[in-house]
């Protein structure tokens, strides 16, 4: 791996590359895709054909660094989610950092549809958090066993509300893993600090989803190029939202 932008130079190692992506303990919402050169973020229904070994060491950086993982109930459905682990050598480094050995993993659900069976819910020593809505939480009383419900609104979940209840837990640094339905709600909302995005050098054309799902968003939103790496025929951006000024 190396980086391209700002400054170039050779990358080694999963410490070095965590360094990169490492934020300040303040609030900050950033999003990570892998995404064809055409923009669609699955091929077959999943990410993985999209990857790569680069791809998947900035992804490993990307949650070595997080507070928390937030991420769509469609992704956990479709991509069969499990808990989160990490090298014991990247859980001392989290420690010295003061962050939790492992971070969280918030799921965002309007409806709750979700098996208490699966084996996100399985795994590790916490429970993961289900953001969600009163109407779900009070149908889907069964949920409560296997996560921390955390309700954020009546019908639809308020990200906001969300944002500021992860706060709350002191999970600051929140890692978007999409999908596309949850990261447009976050960019449209103007929630959203940063885009990683990993372009993978194929093409594979329409009928695919897109990094937004299938709707225009109502203005276009602008972004500021902050690094690029380059590995294994990728290309790993890193942009700020809102345009330089
Ligand atoms: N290439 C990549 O990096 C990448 C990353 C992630 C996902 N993906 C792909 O994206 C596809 C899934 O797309 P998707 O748009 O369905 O993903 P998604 O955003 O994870 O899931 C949509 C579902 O999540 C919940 N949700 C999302 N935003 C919400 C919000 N603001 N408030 C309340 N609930 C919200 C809703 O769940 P309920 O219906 O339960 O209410 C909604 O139906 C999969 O094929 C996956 O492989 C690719």
């Known amino acids: 791996m190396r980086r391209l932008y700002p400054t170039p130079g050779g990358l080694t190692g999963a410490a070095e590359l965590e360094d990169e992506y490492l934020l300040p303990a303040a609030r900050h919402v950033r ?42 109930a469609g992704t956990v459905r479709q991509e069969k989610y499990g808990p989160v682990r990490l090298d014991a050598t990247v859980q001392e480094r989290r420690r010295a950092r003061d962050q ?18 699966a084996k996100l819910w399985g795994g590790g020593e916490a429970k993961p958090l289900l953001i969600t809505t009163a109407a779900a939480a009070e149908a889907r009383t069964d949920l409560a066993a296997v996560a921390e419900l955390v309700v954020c609104g009546d019908q639809f ?6 944002l500021d ?69 990728m290309l790993l951006s890193r942009y700020a939202l809102g345009a330089q000024s």
């Open 157 to 162: 979940v308020d990200l906001q509300l969300a």
């Open 100 to 117: 939790a050995a492992l971070p969280k993993v918030a799921v965002v659900s309007n409806r709750a549809d979700l098996d208490p069976q």
């Open 31 to 72: 999003a990570n895709f892998v995404t064809s050169l055409d923009g669609m973020v699955e091929l077959g229904g999943r990410s993985s054909p999209l990857g790569g070994p680069a791809d998947r060491e900035a992804f490993m950086a990307m949650r070595a660094v997080a507070d928390v993982i937030l991420v769509g």
């Open 165 to 233: 209840e992860l706060s709350t837990r002191g999970l600051q640094r929140v890692l978007c893993e999409g999908g596309p339905t949850l990261f447009r709600t976050l960019v449209t909302a103007g929630l959203l600090d940063e885009l990683c995005l990993t372009t993978s050098a194929r093409l594979v054309g329409p009928g695919h989803r897109g990094l937004l799902g299938d709707q225009p968003l109502t203005e276009p939103a602008s972004l500021t190029l902050a690094g690029v790496l380059e590995g294994d025929e």
